[in-house]
């Protein structure tokens, strides 16, 4: 496995093939230059674009220059006509926009002849010659060919510079937001639909859809301009709009359990591993699309259902496994008004997710589940207009709620939650049911206007982005008012917390708000001074104000949290200035080479960041547990605890020192300084033969005053060497780092940068795609990137769906304190991986599809829970993470299909062969000392096949 990155890298080099798209947030656009046969520019030619996605046609007449623009077009298949008297008329047919892309076409009128229309054929030009974004293009035909998990999340997958944290096998991640990163940043990522904001706070997004109402998806990861905000990755999906003809697709999966085999074996059965299989997948989407008139309304419905149902390791599926349902109707219009101005309009009215078992795993059984049953619902209506030749325009508004409710699966005061720290187990019911209600209205607006100039032309926009970001996640007191944080098995610690009863939940007390309002406007000019250079300035002004709206506590632990009414309370307010610097050239002269280099700056979103200081929102402290009484009997309550008591909370004589705390108290810090992301960036791209091209990358980026929420009386106390035992090895110890015993129990929570909490990527990356026509494709990436960043023992994930569980510090999150003398928490490490997709069609209307990804193992260490006598229980590394990686993860996905047609309806059966190699790679296995260390958690999904078929007309 160690010569595959080698191999591949050499395979896609040696590849005259690829089309690495550009991606980023604007519709595509066509320019160029119109000449005469001498050389000459020719102003007042008449360019006119034609497309079955565009409704009408669009013109526009070249400038003195002979240069024109034509901006913000749907993605397709164009004709471009050129015309002016006195000359041929030029046809040039096939020209392919993609999401985000400028294509530069040139056009050479001759004098008029015989001949008159002249009709140009040829490859599509793939290289982006005047901007620097870097990402993937993905067309709604691409993610239907292919076997993939049909989700936004397998598209992601195939993206070049992302790393994603999960891996999907025939749907076993498709009911779950899958996590991931773009060239290292882990969040920060903006996540938009129809031009909509779906980002659920900084990172994934509210709905679940279906590939099949895509038309196109582009990713952006690196190079974004102005128009984003953050510094992780840009996503894109736009749906079909219908068109001048009536179409209608009807399709169905199934996956029965019969259909999954199995790929356990000693070595993952001795590691505790029972399986985890899907047990039943299935997936329904019916879609109708068209004019209601022609080249004037167009209409777009879809309705999209699946069920999940997965066994997880460790849980006995008599008992209980994770099942999913959701449904997802949608509807778009496009009306065109007149020439000039058209409107458009998205609803998805009910976007609902019902997961019983949520969080299911060896390390959640399933008393102590939280039932999911989650609403969804979007709103939009955008105006554009064509001004003038020069001037284009689009302003939308939008809204997207949610409402998500959670129940626990048993009664916490029979069965009161519980975790060790020790072993990650919980037990009893699942802890913070809440009822989380999000809002998120918007408005947006973009002018794109085009002016030649003696020294060039000039390529501006402007733009304004609001947003409101309301999210209250009210824990609701299902789960009642404490947990029980065991160690090993014995009473250690105790969690309680500010809530009512839950008959009273939303009457006598509220949660908070956590809301941040959210400004921006931008400028940008794609200067080119001749024909081969391009030089793109920006700048984005940003505004972000978070608050807290009001709530009402009425406690059950009154003794331990006041009954109060907390006010509005708005944090502060920062604005900022985010420069954008790309210079673009032309290496040979014909657009098929380009040279680009980058610099920008990204300011991270606030989001829900500070809910942690939310007063109204969720309040907690945790303190040593005493455990003073056996059976109903007092026992001595010592500073050190008894560990022969009840294991039950009695009253606050059983509460000793107090270790953590959250909500009130907890400050902010009001010279917090803005967190940012720099990238420098530089690639060379070529077009070979057809539409084909390679492109080579280098990011570098860097975050910079990461804040977080950190106990400041023990940042740089942490100087008072303890010993202690090893779990791992009796053999040896642990030099761990305690608090001096003046600040035991001191607790001083505020949100503040952390000097040396940054993190720094570097990734090399090569990206090829070819389309040869008539349905044959392939594309494919390979990545190798360095990190130096923060590492969290304090942050274990034991989900499943994830991979590489020891959290990384990010923007908002709790700084990790280092109490080891022998293991930094700032770690260096390095990954890969490698992507490919292909479709190719053979003989008797059979085709076949590929997709293939390898992705090397996470590094990991042993994370030691050690109790301190001043700083209480904590988690250490026990080694660097790099002297240890899980397992490679290959997964190669195959297609096997045939299409016929009868009266007019072509019909596609499919059969789709998921994780073909069988490999049972670990994705996820528990890191802790303690019985569970080494158990496994999750592995790839065995081998499993599916069943497809379509109808389309």
Known sequence: ???????????????????????????????????????????????????????????????????????????????????????????????????????????????????????????????????????TVFSGEVLTSVPSGNDIWATLGQTQGVRMQGFDVGGSHKDQNTGYESFGIRNQNK????????????????????????????????????????????????????????????????????????????ALTARGFTGNPNLLFYETHLELGGPVIRDRLWFYAAYNRFKIDKQISGVDPNVATDT?????????????????DTINTFIQPYNNKVKPNRNLSISNPPETVLAQDSRVWIYKGAWQRVWTNRLFMEVRAAACCEVWPMVPNVDAAVRPPRSDSGTLLTSGAGWDAYTLLYQKPQASGSFTYFRPSKIGSHDTKFGFEFINNRQQQGINGQSGPIRYLDRFGIPDQILLEDVGTASSFGSTWTSSYNANRMFALYAQDRWAPTNRLTITVGVRFGYQ????????????????????????????????????????????????????????????????????????????????????????VPVSCTAAGATSGNGIYDGPQELGV????????????????????????????????????????????????????VNTARIGTETVPVTVPNPFDSTQVIHALDIPTSLRGVVTNMFTNIPDSGATYDTLSLSAQKRFGKGIFLQGGFDYQWRNELRQPNSISTSPLSTDSIGVYS????????????????????????????????????????????????????????????????????????????????ILDLRLDRRFKVNGLAFLAMVDVYNILNANAVTNFFLSSGTTYNTVIAALNPRTVQLGFRVTF
């Open 1 to 135: 496995m160690k010569r595959l990155p080698i191999i591949f890298a050499l395979l896609v080099a040696s590849l005259t093939s690829a089309r690495p798209a550009h991606a980023q947030i604007e519709q595509g656009r066509l320019m160029g230059t119109v000449k005469d046969a001498q050389g000459g520019v020719l102003p007042g030619v008449a360019v006119t674009a034609t497309s079955p996605a565009l409704m009408g046609v669009r013109t526009v007449t070249t400038e003195a220059d002979g240069r024109y623009l034509l901006a913000s077009l749907p993605s397709g298949v164009y004709l471009l006509t050129f015309e002016l008297q006195g000359f041929d008329t030029i046809r040039r047919e096939g020209v392919r926009v993609s999401q985000g892309s400028t294509l530069t076409i040139d056009a050479l009128l001759q004098i008029a002849s015989l001949h008159e229309n002249v009709t140009v054929t040829g490859a599509s030009p793939v290289v982006d010659t005047t901007t620097t974004k870097v990402g």
């Open 191 to 266: 996540v938009l639909a129809e031009g909509i904001d779906l980002t659920e706070g900084d990172s994934s997004g509210f709905q679940y859809n279906s590939n099949y109402a895509i038309d196109e998806v582009s990713v952006t990861a690196s190079g974004s301009d102005v128009e984003m905000s953050s510094p992780g990755t840009a996503v894109v999906q736009t749906y079909k709009s219908g068109g001048n003809t009536f179409t209608g697709l009807e399709h169905i999966t199934y996956e029965g359990g019969s259909f999954v085999g199995n790929n356990n074996n000693a």
């Open 324 to 340: 999913t349902r959701l449904q997802d109707p949608m509807v778009k219009l496009t009306y065109k008004i007149d020439k000039a």
């Open 545 to 632: 104000r978070p608050s807290f709206e009001p709530g009402t506590r009425d406690p059950v632990l009154s003794g331990l949290f006041p009954q109060q009414t907390v006010p509005t309370q708005i944090l502060f307010s920062r604005s900022n200035y985010a420069p954008r610097l790309g210079v673009s050239y032309d290496l040979s002269g014909d657009g098929k080479t380009a040279v680009k280099a980058f610099y920008g700056r990204y300011y991270a979103i606030y989001a829900n960041s500070f809910s942690g200081a939310n007063a109204g929102g969720v309040n907690s402290k945790t303190f040593n547990f005493l455990d003073c009484r056996l059976a109903g």
């Open 658 to 709: 107090l270790v953590s705390s959250s909500g009130s108290g907890t400050k902010v810090d009001p010279n917090l300084l803005q967190p940012y992301a720099d990238e420098i960036s530089g690639s060379i791209e070529h077009q070979f033969w057809g539409e084909s091209s390679v492109r080579v990358l280098y990011v570098h980026k860097t975050t910079s005053n990461v804040f977080g929420v």
């Open 811 to 890: 923007f908002g999150g709790t700084f990790p304190i280092n109490y080891s003398a022998d293991v930094t928490n700032r770690q260096r490490n390095t990954n890969w991986q490698m992507h490919a997709l292909g479709h190719y069609p053979l003989p008797a209307d059979f085709s076949a599809g590929l997709n293939f990804r390898v992705q090397s193992g996470y590094p990991w260490s042993p994370v030691a829970s050690v109790k301190l006598p001043n700083a209480g229980t904590q988690t250490v590394l026990v080694d660097n993470i790099q002297n240890r990686r899980s397992d490679t993860v290959p």
